[in-house]
């Protein structure tokens, strides 16, 4: 088991070394480099003065050379600076970093939560008028836009019902604490969950529509289990091995879903990092927060196959056991 | 019906009747089907797939599949109708009254849990007790069934075991509060012949030990033979014949339960063709006018096709439905 977690985690390391060149190349790929940018913000500036630049930031080297040496000190621990911050990029990231884990994680919470119980009332009445209501409902969080729902929610609680804050996460002034908190992450959390829930429950439905129809659920009625106890306990168990896969699988677009959320909501998190860094020509930030983003659904990916295990007994990891069928 | 004094049967089913609605009409499941089991005793019940054992066995469970329903019927366990009883009171006789065994031991089981676990919830599902007992009691019901090892066995998967084992372990389960009846469906066709044989031995041996009554179902006369006091032939929904088991194989009445036991191999008869039954087990919405088997029977006459026979004795305990059956 801890040799198969090593080998993984080996895995992932060589993905995030092969993507880290990926991305350093598209970026360099963009049109306009920092140069550009002081250059249209001083008008005084010289072609001749802009090849100076050039060369002082070494962007007259080739892609490779110039990807070498940030690797060389990316390895020694050294990310760089970011340009729009004018701070290292390890001090930056971690403000913003802890907002999208308040973020992704309440509104992931509460998309298994509430994906959990009506995947399988839904399973469990399937065909009757509540699961038509539970499958609509969730064609029609999957079908939204999610930047057009949040646009929805800020006219509608904001605008119209001025009941809740459109953006940020404190208000002007500050002071409000916990409850101040709360209220900005109301409408953001609510539109990434709406965004997530929907496949979430449909996911649940699925499996769990399977599993009712196997034939230990039949034993186990026969053997004089509830009504409650089969859904519960024997079937949802069973139902849970496809959708923890499914679910860690989705991380990456919940990861996405949270760029476009956090830009709406100007929710100073690692997607509005990522955003304003790629548009700013940031690229030793932009750099480490999409490796970031691949860090984490490699991550996702993993505790994926781990949960794997620890619920179905027929897949194992050991070393020279080998898969069962 | 169940006179003061004497013991009523351990299972008794009066007139059963399946219904299962499709586009094109209702089928007819199992067509009034009646038949009693004392206690200690088994009635084997024979039938091609499709015959109706499997729908009457799921029926006195009330596990019907969806959309199946009971049309018509009485069931009595121990004297007591459980028939149109609810969905509580008939969980609570399931596993304690009534236990079931299936055909496939592997996917009867639930992979996720232990083998060990899944015997000890049936025994805590009827019983106020802990943990801790609730072990106990598996431990003694797998050491009872002749798993090996018990403590060690308790622990592992169904995947990890074999096929006889895992059935044992569906045994042990379905006897964990000592049921009256015990329903097994198949319960050996899954397996090797030498653990067939093993699991029979098992049975009987736990039977004469309990005292249940077991409806024992299979497709295979020699199992039958080997396991039955009584046996009910099946057809179409309906019993055919139904007689003492020893009489039976005797000197069958009815033209099908006759062609049956002639497909029995027999050791020694190497050189004969085994005799088939010609022709099809009728599509449920497609029976022909009369008794269901006439378009195969070699006897059939016109006066077959008249009226659907109806189960009849000579004064004795073997019963036919057979207009053409001749008395031995």
Sequence with gaps: MIRYILQRLGESAAVIALMSFVIYALIGLMPGDPIDLMINSDPRLTPADAARLRAVYGLDRPLVDRYLSWAAAAIGGDFGNSRLHVRPVLDVMPGFLLNTVKLMGLSFILSVAIAIPAGVIAARRQNSRLDHVINLLCFAGISVPVFWLALMLIILFSVMMPILPASGIASVGGGGGIMDAARHLVLPVATLTIFSVGSYTRFVRAAMIEVLRQDYIRTARAKGAGPSRIVWVHALRNAMIPVVTVIALSFGTLFSGALITETMFAYPGMGKLIYDSIMGNDYNMALVTLLFATAVTLAANLLADLAYAWLDPRISYAAGEGARP | ?328
């Excluded at chain 2, 019906?1 to 009747?17: K, Q, S």
């Excluded at chain 2, 088994?42 to 499709?50: A, P």
């Excluded at chain 2, 039954?277 to 599509?283: E, S």
Aim: proline share 7%; glycine share 10%.
């Design chain 2, 1 to 328: 019906m169940i006179n003061a004094g004497v013991a009523p049967p351990a299972l008794e089913v009066e007139d059963l009747a399946v219904v299962f609605p499709t586009r094109r009409g209702d089928v007819l499941a199992v067509a009034g089907v009646s038949y009693a089991i004392g206690r200690g005793r088994t009635l084997g019940i024979v039938g091609e797939s499709g015959s109706g054992k499997s729908m009457t066995a799921l029926a006195v469970m009330g596990l019907l599949p969806a959309p199946g329903r009971m049309t018509s019927g009485r069931i009595h366990v121990g004297g007591d109708l459980v028939s149109g009883l609810g969905e509580d009171d008939m969980t609570r006789i399931r596993g304690e009254r009534i236990g079931m065994i299936f055909q496939e031991p592997m996917t009867a089981l639930n992979p996720v849990f232990s083998v060990g676990a899944q015997i000890a919830e049936a025994w805590s599902l009827h019983r106020k007790a802990g943990r801790a007992e609730a072990r106990d009691a598996a431990l003694a019901l797998l050491d009872r069934v002749r798993i090996p090892e018990p403590s060690r066995r308790y622990d592992d998967y169904p995947h990890q075991i074999s096929g006889g084992q895992r059935q044992r372990a569906m045994i042990a389960m379905a006897l964990a509060c000592k049921p009256e009846v015990l329903i097994a469906d198949e319960p050996t066709t899954a397996l090797d012949v030498t653990i067939q044989a093993q699991i029979i031995e098992l049975l009987l041996e736990i039977q004469s030990e309990m005292g249940m009554a077991i409806q024992f179902i299979s497709h295979n006369l020699g199992v039958i033979s080997e396991i039955a006091d009584d046996v009910a032939v099946m057809y179409a929904g309906r019993i055919v014949e139904y007689a003492p088991s020893s009489r039976l194989f005797e000197s069958p009445r009815h033209p099908y339960t006759r062609a049956l036991i002639a497909t029995i191999p027999r050791v020694g008869a190497h050189d004969t063709r085994l005799p088939a039954i010609g022709g099809q087990v009728p599509h449920p919405l497609a029976l022909p006018p009369g008794c269901p088997f006439s378009d195969r029977c070699p006897l059939a006459d016109d006066d077959c096709r008249k009226a659907v026979p109806q189960l009849t004795t000579q004064g004795d305990a073997h019963r036919v439905a057979c207009i053409k059956a001749e008395a031995t």
